[in-house]
């Protein structure tokens, strides 16, 4: 990594994150701690708050001279993007990816926070608070998460139809049955976890918010995966006005689910 940066403290600062303003408030959150944001069904939590207020500091002082850039930021005074397009380094937080899912109960969320510097990645964390898990890349360093290195689940022979993804409702609705599988996880982070892992073969994603993908993009293509706009672009960690984002095992598999998905 170009920027000199003690890579294991910020999983260090996720995990205390998780322990003490996430993860005891799971199943325990008042009425009164869930609030909405662009629409009903677009909530926030305490938990996102203090999380965000809390990764937004310490990231912060880790690295000096670094910016810090949080969803729940950006929401209150839409400004904040401008940072993105500066010198300093910038901390894109995702302070409880899953938001739906934590409040109501499901354990499918996570913790995300990339390292963004001239429209580059370099470096991105995702924390699953439930089974400890933390996943990590860097640039030109590979993916991992627990000490091995991640690959994506090559297709081999596999035709299209044996295929495992992950779809948005309507789109499952139309096509889910070209695949072998499809599936709606709610989190972005969990489904970069099944995508480095091997255990998802491609995920198209119609919102693009750099804190949803900045660290996950990053994390499949260490991992050897294809991950382009649906226009063909490489993608950047900016606010992007694109058709999609597919991901893929390969090139040739990216084409072939253009050519459905599109």
Known sequence: MAIDLDFDAVGDLLREA?????????????????????????L???????????LTRRLT??????????????YQDPANRACLHGDAPVWIIDPVDGTANFARGNP??????????????LAGWIYDPMTRRLFTAERGGGAWCGGE?????????????????????????RLGHLF??????????????????????????RLLMPWDHAAGVLMVQEAGGCVRLLSGE???????????LLIAPDAETWDDLKTILA
């Open 18 to 42: 998780a322990d003490t303003l996430v993860c005891p408030r799971f199943r325990h959150l008042d009425a009164d701690a869930i609030g909405t944001k662009s629409h009903e069904g677009d």
């Open 61 to 74: 002082e880790l690295l000096p001279g670094s910016l810090a850039m949080g969803e729940e930021a950006v």
């Open 108 to 121: 499918a969320f996570g913790i995300i926070v990339a390292l963004v510097r001239h429209r580059k990645t």
């Open 234 to 244: 490489t993608y950047a960690p900016l606010f992007l006005n694109a058709d999609g």
């Open 149 to 173: 290195r991640l690959s994506v689940r090559a297709r081999g022979g596999r035709r299209l139809a044996g295929l495992d993804g992950c779809l948005g409702r309507r789109s499952a609705e």
């Open 180 to 205: 072998g599988s499809v599936t709606q996880s709610g989190s972005a982070a969990h489904d970069y976890m099944a995508l480095s892992q091997g255990k998802l073969d491609f995920r198209l994603f």
């Open 44 to 54: 926030v939590t305490v938990a996102d708050l203090e999380t965000e207020v809390f």
